[in-house]
């Protein structure tokens, strides 16, 4: 069973930065693929950040690409996402999720992963 605990989120004025954690339990969870999705009332989930369990490669949509930066302390079974030059349409709840080994689809997609917290809060102020 892997748990995911998010925590980082607040109120934050546009142009400012926050850094989200996400710890991870589980035997097996440093070998996941790790991801962040937001979702906005009224709108779809949306992928945010993605990095495999060797943490070589990221991945983003052009949305965020350049801001937000995702990395994992593999030995701290933590993920994090750094958000700089917020805006207020980033504010969303953030979920942190996991994708075990294996090929269950693309990391683009919220539907690749198995394992979800329970969200944080991200609000941005213009």
């Known amino acids: 069973q892997v748990q995911l605990v998010e925590s980082g989120g607040g109120l934050v004025q546009a142009g400012g930065s926050l850094r989200l954690s996400c710890a991870a339990s589980g035997r097996t969870v440093r070998t996941y693929a790790m991801g962040w999705i937001r979702q906005a009332p009224g709108k779809e989930r949306e992928f945010v950040a993605a990095?495999?369990?060797?943490?070589?490669?990221?991945y983003y949509p052009d949305s965020v690409k350049g801001r937000f930066t995702i990395s994992r302390d593999s030995g701290k079974n933590t993920v994090y996402l750094q958000m700089n030059s917020l805006k207020p349409e980033d504010t969303a709840v953030y979920y942190c999720?996991?994708?075990?080994?294996?090929?269950?689809?693309?990391?683009?997609?919220?539907?690749?992963?198995?394992?979800w917290g329970q969200g944080t809060q991200v609000t941005v102020s213009s």
């Open positions: 990095i495999p369990w060797s943490g070589v490669n990221t």
């Open positions: 999720a996991a994708d075990p080994p294996g090929y269950s689809g693309s990391y683009y997609q919220a539907t690749t992963y198995d394992y």
